[in-house]
């Protein structure tokens, strides 16, 4: 990759500069020319100074081999990103696991939780994750609990959504564990995650907050949303390499999360016995500080925030007004995020992401959302307004033929 100048910092109230973010996108590889990728939720690009990092620490691992992991590695560079992950959420350094990804993350906090007994109710729901939801079925086999779905159809509002929650926790007997997302992954709408924690504490249940499409793209306080329990990666709105994520557990709370499968290399109340994963992702561990320095260079979360959401009512704004084009994601930017579902009556969600594909040559996903599916589109800071356009002008034929 080419040698890039150091990119200037972003002026305050510039987030629609378009001349500098097309600055910054320079920093990024450039998408292939037949295709245009709405789908930048799974993962994010490393920027030009990450990817030379990952690179260079991969080849310096490959040369030094066992003396640097079993030592300055272990020793010195888990720690500098535990510290720095700490300072982005507020956090304490102790309170900070690495793991693989997100998924791996609240599977830990899923699984070794032990607070359960039989008859016990733990609740989810349909916009969780589906690897998270599966976990948490998984518990009523495990440890005879009950395992509740809150049903939630889009669109929805916070209103609706923080009803819904609170019924479904005043009908469930002995409820004890709540998986909440912060941002739900189908429709990337945030969810009123205070408002709901404050009516989990009421009735004694935990909460088990997934961050994973949250860090990076909006605010992530864990003292000032009073978060015991979170799940997050860097790998989708921090632009680190794939396969690294992390876990919080509030210090005073350790004790609910059991070790790894009996853990005994460090002490009980060392948050890092909670997973023995064995081989480390030592390159991505290494070159993650340089995706935070890249990210605080961008502006941080606050200017992210920002950008995504003109971009995401860049298009939004549009689409909702074509007949046949249903948006189950939030119009008001403030509730979503980059993450937007959709669908055109007439055609199911497969249909429709295989006709964006293969007539507009325009790449999104489908997501699961319990009994049935949506189309998925996510922009990143990098996508250009024209590749929106090209969105919109596919949905308007697409509804029309439908419409036909």
Same mark, same amino acid.
């Given at each position: 990759?080419?040698?890039?100048?150091?990119?200037?910092?972003?002026?305050?109230? @510039?987030? +629609?500069?378009?001349?500098?973010?097309? !600055?910054? #996108?320079?920093?990024? &590889?450039?998408?292939? *020319?037949?295709? =245009?990728?709405?789908?930048?939720?799974?993962?994010?690009?490393?920027?030009?100074?990450?990817?030379?990092?990952?690179?260079?620490?991969?080849?310096?691992?490959?040369?030094?081999?066992?003396?640097?992991?079993?030592?300055?590695?272990?020793?010195?560079?888990?720690?500098?990103?535990?510290?720095?992950?700490?300072?982005?959420?507020?956090?304490?350094?102790?309170?900070?696991?690495?793991?693989?990804?997100?998924?791996?993350?609240?599977?830990?906090?899923?699984?070794?939780?032990?607070?359960?007994?039989?008859?016990?109710?733990?609740?989810?729901?349909?916009?969780?994750?589906?690897?998270?939801?599966?976990?948490?079925?998984?518990? @009523?086999? +495990?440890?005879?609990?009950?395992?509740? !779905?809150? #049903?939630?159809?889009? &669109?929805?509002?916070? *209103?609706?959504? =923080?009803?819904?929650?609170?019924?479904?926790?005043?009908?469930?007997?002995?409820?004890?564990?709540?998986?909440?997302?912060?941002?739900?992954?189908?429709?990337?709408?945030?969810?009123?995650?205070?408002?709901?924690?404050?009516?989990?504490?009421?009735?004694?249940?935990?909460?088990?907050?997934?961050?994973?499409?949250?860090?990076?793209?909006?605010?992530?306080?864990?003292?000032?949303?009073?978060?015991?329990?979170?799940?997050?990666?860097?790998?989708?709105?921090?632009?680190?390499?794939?396969?690294?994520?992390?876990?919080?557990?509030?210090?005073?709370?350790?004790?609910?999360?059991?070790?790894?499968?009996?853990?005994?290399?460090?002490?009980?109340?060392?948050?890092?016995?909670?997973?023995?994963?064995?081989?480390? &992702?030592?390159?991505?561990?290494?070159?993650?500080?340089?995706?935070?320095?890249?990210?605080?260079?961008?502006?941080?979360?606050?200017?992210?925030?920002?950008?995504?959401?003109?971009?995401?009512?860049?298009?939004?704004?549009?689409?909702?007004?074509?007949?046949?084009?249903?948006?189950?994601?939030?119009?008001?930017?403030?509730?979503?995020?980059?993450?937007?579902?959709?669908?055109?009556?007439?055609?199911?969600?497969?249909?429709?992401?295989?006709?964006?594909?293969?007539?507009?040559?325009?790449?999104?996903?489908?997501?699961?959302?319990?009994?049935?599916?949506?189309?998925?589109?996510?922009?990143?800071?990098?996508?250009?307004?024209?590749?929106?356009?090209?969105?919109?002008?596919?949905?308007?034929?697409?509804?029309?033929?439908?419409?036909?």
């Amino acid at each position: 990759m080419p040698d890039h100048p150091v990119l200037p910092l972003l002026a305050d109230g @510039a987030t +629609r500069d378009e001349a500098w973010w097309r !600055q910054a #996108a320079a920093f990024y &590889p450039a998408p292939p *020319d037949a295709l =245009v990728n709405l789908e930048h939720g799974y993962f994010g690009a490393m920027a030009a100074p990450v990817q030379a990092a990952f690179e260079q620490a991969v080849r310096y691992t490959n040369e030094q081999l066992s003396p640097f992991v079993r030592g300055e590695f272990t020793r010195t560079h888990v720690d500098i990103l535990r510290q720095r992950v700490a300072e982005l959420i507020r956090a304490e350094p102790h309170e900070i696991l690495l793991t693989r990804s997100g998924t791996e993350s609240m599977q830990v906090l899923i699984t070794q939780y032990h607070g359960l007994a039989p008859g016990d109710t733990v609740l989810w729901s349909n916009l969780d994750y589906p690897a998270m939801r599966t976990a948490m079925r998984w518990l @009523a086999q +495990r440890r005879g609990v009950t395992s509740t !779905q809150v #049903a939630l159809r889009l &669109p929805i509002s916070d *209103d609706e959504i =923080v009803a819904s929650y609170a019924q479904a926790m005043r009908q469930a007997v002995k409820p004890r564990l709540l998986l909440l997302s912060q941002v739900t992954p189908a429709n990337g709408q945030q969810l009123p995650v205070q408002e709901i924690m404050a009516l989990a504490r009421e009735h004694g249940i935990d909460v088990l907050l997934d961050s994973a499409h949250a860090l990076g793209q909006v605010d992530v306080d864990v003292q000032a949303m009073g978060v015991d329990f979170a799940g997050f990666n860097l790998h989708k709105w921090l632009g680190a390499p794939a396969g690294l994520g992390v876990v919080y557990i509030r210090a005073s709370q350790l004790h609910k999360i059991e070790p790894y499968f009996g853990d005994d290399d460090y002490a009980p109340t060392d948050i890092r016995g909670r997973l023995h994963m064995g081989m480390p &992702p030592i390159g991505a561990i290494l070159a993650a500080p340089a995706a935070l320095d890249f990210h605080a260079r961008l502006g941080g979360t606050p200017a992210k925030t920002e950008r995504l959401a003109w971009l995401r009512t860049y298009w939004v704004s549009r689409a909702a007004q074509l007949p046949g084009v249903r948006l189950l994601s939030p119009l008001d930017a403030k509730r979503g995020t980059a993450l937007v579902a959709f669908a055109v009556d007439g055609l199911d969600a497969r249909a429709l992401q295989q006709a964006l594909l293969r007539r507009f040559g325009i790449f999104t996903v489908e997501r699961n959302i319990g009994d049935t599916d949506v189309v998925r589109a996510t922009v990143a800071i990098t996508t250009q307004t024209s590749e929106l356009d090209q969105l919109v002008a596919a949905l308007m034929v697409l509804s029309s033929e439908t419409d036909a």
